[in-house]
């Protein structure tokens, strides 16, 4: 966005009618109720947004927010305003992609966010099979919590988050994608270290290495114990599955973990891990994005590639 000396900016809208620019700044102030993290993310100052508001509303006569006291509201006119604004935003958006795929090119930098576990174990050889078929697509990757992605994806801060067990989020629509076994997990020195399959019920009273209770793979754990009558002594709670996993490791209690996690520690003999007897157990992942906020046709071609195993063919 090309953003002008503050001394001209409101006589060079004299006479002129509305632009793009001036659609999104007005769904960002809506999406973020506050004037200057729209100038943020426009790269403008709040002064030029305030302009750019007042622009709106004289060009239509109309007051479309009413904002004051804390508080912040659109009229009727301003939430039909807004839906016009997300309307041709989307249509602007979906034009441009299909110009670029015409003429075979997508340059565009996708900002992913991911739990750590998904981020460190599943998605390194998607990413890289992703990135030597479209050279043109830049993926940058950063590693947070559940409840922090399902913030950054409603903010706009990334483009899409991958997280483990998605939750329903008015704002938020998921695409679920694999399901990944939960296995048994202990030291070699364990006494069920032995076995070739685990029955929940020998974990009962055992010391356990459990995740953090603002994780979702500990809520969905603890329901399990909860369904099979298990009374487990969490010995120790990490917000980490490495952590997590030096703990095991060291004998300090077992744990219950993605299988896909351990492959590494179990070839190298400092874990074992065993499947589980009578009912299996997987933890579901989800690629989440924001409902109205239309996603370019490079998101989309990375989304479609991580859930959909007949694309990467």
């Not at 001394?7 to 506050?34: A, C, H, P, Q, W």
């Not at 479209?134 to 922090?148: P, Q």
């Given at each position: ?57 004289r060009l239509f006569g109309k007051k479309m ?60 050889s998607l990413i890289k099979s992703f990135m ?182």
């Amino acid at each position: 966005m090309v953003t002008y000396a503050i001394s001209n900016y409101y006589d060079s809208m004299k006479g002129s009618r509305l632009y793009i620019d001036m659609l999104k700044v007005f769904r960002d102030v809506v999406e973020t109720k506050s004037f200057s993290e729209a100038a943020n993310r426009n790269y403008i100052t709040q002064s030029a947004v305030s302009q750019q508001i007042a622009f709106i509303e004289r060009l239509f006569g109309k007051k479309m927010i009413i904002r004051g006291k804390g508080k912040f509201s659109l009229t009727t006119e301003g939430r039909v305003f807004l839906n016009g604004c997300v309307d041709i935003l989307d249509i602007y958006q979906k034009t441009l992609d299909n110009m670029q795929m015409n003429v075979g090119e997508i340059t565009e930098t996708i900002n992913i966010e991911t739990v750590y576990s998904l981020g460190f174990y599943h998605l390194p050889s998607l990413i890289k099979s992703f990135m030597n078929r479209h050279k043109n697509i830049n993926l940058h990757i950063e590693y947070n919590r559940s409840d922090r992605i399902y913030t950054d994806v409603i903010k706009g801060v990334c483009d899409f988050g991958i997280v483990a067990y998605p939750w329903e989020q008015p704002l938020v629509n998921i695409t679920y994608g694999m399901n990944e076994e939960l296995v048994f997990v202990c030291s070699p020195g364990d006494n069920l270290s032995h076995l070739k399959k685990i029955s929940l019920k020998k974990m009962n009273n055992k010391d356990f290495i459990a995740f953090i209770k603002e994780i979702p793979t500990r809520d969905a754990i603890d329901k399990i114990f909860k369904k099979e009558n298990l009374s487990i002594n969490i010995k120790q709670e990490f917000d980490n599955i490495e952590t997590l996993k030096r703990s095991v490791e060291l004998g300090t209690g077992v744990s219950v973990l993605p299988k896909n996690t351990i492959q590494q520690e179990v070839k190298n003999n400092s874990l074992v891990a065993i499947p589980i007897s009578g009912n299996q157990y997987f933890r579901t992942t989800g690629i989440i994005t924001r409902k109205d906020r239309p996603l370019s046709r490079a998101t989309e071609e990375v989304i479609h590639w991580i859930t959909d195993e007949d694309a990467r063919q």
